[in-house]
């Protein structure tokens, strides 16, 4: 009716929730109250392999594991291409010298590749491939403006064109970029060996014929050959190559000589995907510049190329960050400690950040503020505005607040990519604190430097309840904090069961340890009393609401920017040699700083 398909259409919500692979999720539970174990384990398998960090379907692989009615091949991929699956669960039994259960699922690897191939060739005359052919014709308008005749050769082409790309296409795994070279004359290579071993002659000949069809001259092909017939004694006169293959390769080779063709008579373009193709359907002229590209062929030379990060452990890994403990070593759930987000030099230019920026605040009356939590700390608190101000005003180094901006963009993307991959985190707040024991009052305390709370909800200790509503900070999806030092006693981090009693987890801080966690009621956690010395550490909350993301962040790195950019002028003004010594004008950005302090203060997030 009318409007059909735009009422059909599909929205970004719903397209994002199946690339993150939510349905299987609850396939998973679907198949499990139907009692259909073992594709409830391949549900179950094929969420987690996209969110490899959700601990609920973790817990439920470990039990899919322990059912009796699983096996260990329940567990695969359900999106993965049926090629991919049978040429992996194929070689995988060949390299267990199972050539007998190996054969079906090459066999099925095989029929499937050219399925594959088939249905994407069908695709290049379908709706879509006539959209991209229109722009491209709008692109070189080459034949929209001659005749009918080259309108159709045209079109032909690009037919021709998309239907050669389809081999590579199919060769080529998800996720990577280069296809795996020569995909079907190694299957067939596989095969004859498979049916020699399992002593299934004849099929070992049709298949060894058919890797003669791509490379006649195959001398390990030939062997193999001469092999079997001997071991086969009287000829056998009916015996040739996979028919499949055959038609496989004339048609291929059809298609291949009309794009050689018209590569030398209209210059058009054509990238040969087979290495395979003889030397006789490529026209004379073409010959010695393919043979150079053919020497550039970028799957025998390239080194493999990275995949994209799909796992969050590539993401850590690229950075130095470790994972120290994960939410079953902390007994909870999404809960992290990771390591390695800071070196020692750089723990020390923040350290030195909080103290200088303590400073100015005690010229200004800022400091010596008790700790909301307890009358027995003193605590500063520093934000990344405030710091980059500090530093434009010369009381803070530069570095210094710098560095507060990029640690705190670090942590939240390793939490993101911890946590919440392919679905971004903001960050909404960014706090550089630090707790010092008052001396004198430590002894016989009794109270914590920060009770048990949860970060986005009001935690109701006595039912276990966490109240999502305000004057919680709701929007807070996951708290981090990453810690600058260790020489103060007291002060470790702890989580407790909802009854703000029981600890079941505590860490201690480092240089350049993030904890990582949920922010709701299922990670209660508070402080133990800092008892001597001073501890620092940037407190960073994250959220998945664009809304809430933290604008002073963004205000203060334009800022920064701005005075990197002030700076080098004046740099290259000094080095001027025309100009003398002239009388300081007063400074813009003092003034600027100045401004700021003297409005209105914004509403701004606080502890
Ligand atoms: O500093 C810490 O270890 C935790 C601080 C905290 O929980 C908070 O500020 O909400
Ligand atoms: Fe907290």
Not at 371 to 387: N, Q
Not at 569 to 583: D, H, I, L, V, W
Request: charged share 25%; with cysteine; hydrophobic share 35%.
């Amino acid at each position: 009716g009318p409007g059909g398909a735009a009422r059909l259409r599909v929205g970004r919500a719903l397209r994002d929730a199946f690339r993150r692979r939510e349905p299987y999720n609850y396939l998973q539970r679907a198949y499990y109250q139907l009692k259909k174990l073992d594709l409830a384990a391949a549900a179950a398998h094929t969420f987690f392999v996209a969110n490899p960090t959700h601990l609920q379907m973790r817990e439920d692989i470990a039990k899919y594991r322990r059912m009796s009615g699983v096996r260990p091949q329940s567990f695969r991929d359900l999106e993965t291409p049926p090629h991919w699956a049978a040429y992996d669960a194929g070689l995988e039994l060949l390299e267990r010298q199972e050539a007998g259960l190996a054969l079906p699922r090459l066999e099925e690897a095989l029929q499937e590749s050219l399925s594959q191939m088939e249905r994407c060739r069908a695709d290049c005359e379908g709706p879509e491939a006539q959209q991209q052919e229109d722009v491209e014709e709008e692109e070189d308008g080459a034949w929209s403006q001659g005749g009918l005749y080259e309108a159709i050769a045209g079109h032909w082409i690009r037919v021709l064109q998309c239907r050669q790309r389809c081999v590579r296409d199919t060769a080529t795994r998800p996720g990577r970029s280069s296809p795996v070279p020569d995909f079907l004359p190694s299957q067939l290579r596989w095969l004859h060996e498979a049916y020699a071993q399992v002593g299934n002659l004849t099929q070992a000949v049709e298949n060894v014929l058919s890797v003669l069809l791509f490379y006649p001259e195959d001398e390990a092909a030939k062997k193999a050959l001469e092999q079997y017939q001997a071991q086969l004694g009287e000829p056998r006169p009916g015996l040739g190559p996979r028919e499949d293959i055959q038609s496989f390769i004339l048609r291929s080779l059809g298609e291949k000589r009309q794009l050689y063709y018209a590569m030398e008579h209209l210059g058009t373009s054509f990238q040969d995907p087979d290495p395979w193709t003889p030397a006789a359907v490529v026209p004379e002229a073409l010959r010695e510049k393919l043979r150079e590209d053919q020497e550039k062929r970028p799957w025998d030379h390239e080194p493999p190329q990275p995949s994209p990060l799909t796992h969050w452990k590539d993401a850590l890994l690229l950075e130095g960050v470790s994972l120290t403990q994960d939410a079953g070593q902390l007994n909870g759930s999404e809960r992290a400690v990771l390591d390695g987000l800071l070196t020692p030099a750089e723990c020390g230019l923040l350290l030195q950040l909080a103290t200088d920026a303590a400073g100015a605040g005690a010229r200004s009356g800022y400091q010596g503020r008790r700790s909301p939590h307890t009358r027995h700390e003193h605590f500063e608190g520093l934000t990344v505005l405030k710091a980059v101000q500090l530093a434009r005003a010369g009381a803070v180094s530069t570095q210094g607040a710098k560095l507060l901006l990029e640690a705190s963009e670090h942590s939240r993307a390793v939490t993101e990519a911890y946590f919440s991959p392919g679905r971004p985190l903001h960050l909404s707040f960014t706090h550089l604190v630090c707790r010092s024991a008052i001396a004198g009052e430590q002894e016989q305390r009794m109270d914590l430097s920060h009770p048990v709370h949860a970060d986005n909800c009001i935690l109701d200790p006595d039912t276990g309840e966490c109240w999502q509503e305000p004057p919680a900070y709701t929007y807070r999806d996951y708290s981090g904090i990453l810690y600058l030092n260790d020489d103060f006693q007291g002060g470790n981090l702890f989580f407790t069961e909802p009854n703000a009693l029981t600890v079941t987890a505590q860490v201690r801080p480092r240089c350049g340890r993030l904890v990582a966690f949920s922010a709701g009621g299922e990670n209660p956690h508070g402080v133990w009393a800092v008892t001597r010395g001073r501890r620092c550490a940037l407190a960073l909350w994250h959220t998945w609401a664009p809304e809430h993301r933290e604008q002073e962040w963004a205000e203060a790195k334009a800022l920064l920017q701005e005075s990197e950019k002030t700076e080098e002028e004046e740099e290259e003004e000094e080095k001027m040699p025309s100009r003398g010594p002239a009388p300081e004008p007063p400074s813009p950005r003092l003034q600027r700083v100045q401004g700021k302090a003297g409005k209105p203060p914004r509403v701004r997030e606080e502890l």
